[in-house]
């Protein structure tokens, strides 16, 4: 289950591998996709399909919920660990609640649980059909403060919400990291510095610098904030993140030098006289990464402790662009949150 102090143990490190559901994704797609339906060709759900399908009424939403594994479909009782019992429950803003009035020898008890018991609505104020019409316009890609209006929320409401979300994406990632590279694959590395430049008497004052690299036959890739760019440091992250035998393209930075050494064949492109080394190597994909990075990440109202998941948010939605983001993003909840 997801919690602050799981989220600690990532650090700072993201990456993904989960690129496979991008084939999965266009396949299932074109297979059930009927050339007569004119409006969401994609087969994306749109936010008419979500209040007309699935939180029609509160009864919808929850069946609809419990299908796609976000809220549990059985709970068991504390005391005598039977099957608990759903119940009405008015008094309670979703409507429902697990009870237990069994009796054991002469004693009756009654225990209650909530429907958000370690589920990914639990412990919050919103309405159940609100968090998932948040959900939606994040996965959307809706900026915060759009969404806060849509929702009529307050702000630190769609604060929370919004990193919950994040981490979400942080916490996926960190699951299903998987190493770059191999025999024969190529890898290309770069450092950059993300977070605001002050030029003062020419000094960059603030900023954190980022380590990445990108397969080029795929969209596995990772990033992760650095300290520093020193070759202890990188060499550090290299070895974490990309198999040996890997064909390592970078700059000529002095850090990368010795990768030759550990069991990695390295090509560099040197940036001040050529973007295509004299053997055809280049960076250019990992350059392209940073760029879409810097556009994606909010330009103000960013703490440096965020860092590490808004690239995380980055990367999980560069790994499964072209998908239905909503789709993906549940089931990731769902995997995330177990509800056995
Ligand atoms: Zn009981």
Known sequence: MYSVTHKRKIGIQVGCAAIDRKE???????????YGRRENETGHLTYDELLRNHLWTKDYAIEWLKEEKLLATNRICDICHSDMMLRDCSDRSDGYV???????????HRTEKSIREGSWFEQSNLSIEEVVKFTYWWTQGLEQWQIKQQLGLGSHTAVDWDM????LCEVTLFENREKLGGPGKVVQIDESKIGKRKYHRGHVVEGQ???????EESRKCFIVCVDDRSEATL??????????GTIIVSDCWKAYVNLDKYGYTHKTV??????VSSEGYDTNKQEGHWRQMKVNLPTHGRKKEHY???L??????????GNDLFKIFLKDVARVYKLE
């Open 24 to 34: 999965i994704g266009v396949q299932c797609s074109h297979s059930t996709g009927s």
């Open 98 to 108: 697990w009870e237990c009035r069994r009796q054991i020898g002469r004693k009756r």
């Open 164 to 167: 919950f979300c994040r981490e």
């Open 209 to 215: 610098w980022v380590f990445g690299g990108i397969e």
């Open 235 to 244: 060499l550090k992250h290299i070895q974490d993140w990309i198999e040996p």
């Open 270 to 275: 040197n940036h001040s006289v050529e973007f």
């Open 308 to 310: 590490s998941s808004y």
């Open 312 to 321: 995380a948010e980055f990367i999980w939605r560069y790994v499964n662009r």
